[in-house]
């Protein structure tokens, strides 16, 4: 027999300045508007998201606005890092907590007032960072939240990432293309810290918002996930979902979500297999600028299998050849199973951490030379250059000078990506 839990959201959001009253206004949040399906009664002591962040609240700073203004120049364009659905992010420096020693350089993020993400979502990101720590999650530094005479203020303050995320690099053809061991590198950390959230914390952790641009990049090209306003609660033991309304970002978010809005760990595998698609071809989930049959990522690269000899077809010409192809099929298959029609049959996201471990550690079987018919059609006089290089040496250089040379100022894609997809139906 199937036990239904509703949670009616009674409590207005009401945020306020110090970290126990975030903690207690947000579980309207928690206990919110969602609806929770259970397989079995069972009964658990498991603590909540905000039992456990009053725990930590205290590791992270509480700013005043005056302080993060005066760390941006005054919000200065010159200082913009991009802009999401969320609000602008800034670059700005700040005094260590003790006010000795030197000033060390932050990203802040502040909200949009006019935006569509909003309160909700900056709570969830401050309660599911402060209670997190891995090394390929972003550090949340602290946050201000007032209600002041230049209206509603709510920042949030992350450790700088300074080399972008993995979307620029793969996209923006302004930044050299990434090298294939370093898109290995990323997906491996980016992996690490989803099962992490999945799977190491005494609550489970739905992220909801995987996608490239959402894996930044810090200043050893380590990658570290970050926006956490989507991120969920898991279901309790016994449960099989959460169901919620479906909201994410288009061309990442697994149809069986989208259609039943049931969210369960699987989601996030699905729209890894996404990204991993995109490190192989270097184009978007979704590329409004190609020939309509082109344009979704996954229904285009359905007519090249991992295992045909038109496979090589869909890779990243900016690779220039230098990967083994042997190894791009074994990350076409991994993705293959990430999306699974069904959610059961993706793997947890342990088992591809394992699963990329072993296909990065193995020997180059394959390389770009790789003798089948299909990689005539790119013979070329680098054939037999070694396929996974370069590493993290001279090109590495050479790609943190560009990127200086850019800029940090320069503003992102101005791309307001996040969309409310659409309500899921809640029986
Ligand atoms: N900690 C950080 N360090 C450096 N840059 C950052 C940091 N956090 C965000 N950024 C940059 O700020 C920009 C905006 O980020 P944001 O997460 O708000 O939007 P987005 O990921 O592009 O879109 P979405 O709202 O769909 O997540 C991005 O270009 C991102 O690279
Ligand atoms: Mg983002």
Same mark, same amino acid.
């Given at each position: ?59 992270? =700073? ?10 941006? &120049?005054?919000?200065? =364009? ?26 060390? *350089? ?17 709570? +969830? *990101? ?6 997190? %720590? ?65 799977? %190491?914390?005494?609550?489970?952790? @739905? ?28 279901? +309790?033991?016994?449960?099989? &979902? ?10 990442? +978010? ?23 698609? %995109? ?45 083994? @192809? ?75 000078? &560009? ?7 320069? *503003? ?16």
């Amino acid at each position: 027999m199937k036990c239904f839990y509703y949670f009616k959201d009674k409590t207005r959001l009401k945020v306020q300045r110090s970290a126990p009253e975030l903690k207690n206004q947000s579980k309207s949040y928690y206990s919110g508007s969602d609806l929770v399906i259970k397989s079995s009664c069972s009964t658990t002591s498991r603590r909540s998201i905000p039992e456990l962040y009053e725990e930590k609240a205290q590791n992270l =700073r509480v700013f005043s606005f005056s302080e993060l203004r005066h760390a941006t &120049h005054d919000f200065s =364009r010159m200082l913009k890092l991009g802009e999401g659905g969320f609000g602008c992010v800034y670059k700005g420096s700040i005094k260590p907590a003790d006010g000795k020693g030197d000033s060390f *350089e932050v990203a802040i993020k502040r909200l949009n007032p006019d935006g569509v993400q909003g309160h909700k979502q900056w709570v +969830a *990101e401050v309660q599911f960072l402060g209670i997190v %720590e891995h090394p390929n999650l972003v550090k949340l530094i602290g946050y201000c939240a007032v209600d002041g005479e230049r209206g509603i203020q709510r920042l949030l303050v992350y450790e700088y990432m300074p080399n972008k995320s993995l979307e620029d690099h793969l996209f923006n053809k302004a930044i050299p293309a990434l090298p294939w061991q370093t898109r290995l590198q990323t997906v491996l950390g980016a992996a690490q810290g989803l099962a992490y959230l999945h799977e %190491e914390l005494e609550v489970q952790v @739905i992220y909801r918002d995987f996608k490239s641009s959402n894996v930044l990049l810090d200043k050893d090209f380590n990658p570290k996930l970050s926006d956490f306003g989507l991120a969920r609660e898991g279901p +309790a033991d016994g449960f099989t &979902h959460v169901s919620t309304a479906a909201v994410g970002t288009f061309g990442y +978010a697994a149809p069986d979500y989208i259609e039943t809005g049931h969210l369960t760990t699987k989601s996030d595998v699905w729209s890894f297999g996404v990204v991993l698609y %995109e490190i192989l071809t270097g184009r978007r989930s979704m590329e409004r600028n190609h020939p309509r049959a082109e344009q979704k990522l996954l229904e285009w690269v359905k007519h090249f299998p991992a295992n045909s000899k038109k496979f090589h077809m869909i890779m990243d010409w900016r690779l220039e050849n230098q990967y083994p @192809i042997s190894t791009a099929r074994k990350i076409a298959k991994l993705a293959d199973s990430c999306l699974s029609k069904s959610a059961k049959d993706r793997p947890k996201m342990s088992e591809v951490v394992e699963t990329l471990k072993q296909i990065i550690q193995l020997p180059d079987e394959g390389g770009p030379s790789e003798k089948s018919p299909e990689s005539f059609d790119n013979d070329s006089d680098d054939k037999d250059k070694k396929a996974d290089q370069p590493g993290p040496s001279d090109s590495w250089k050479r790609r943190m000078a &560009h990127l200086a040379s850019l800029g940090e100022h320069v *503003e992102g894609s101005n791309r307001k990506r996040f969309m409310i997809m659409q309500r899921a139906k809640v029986p």
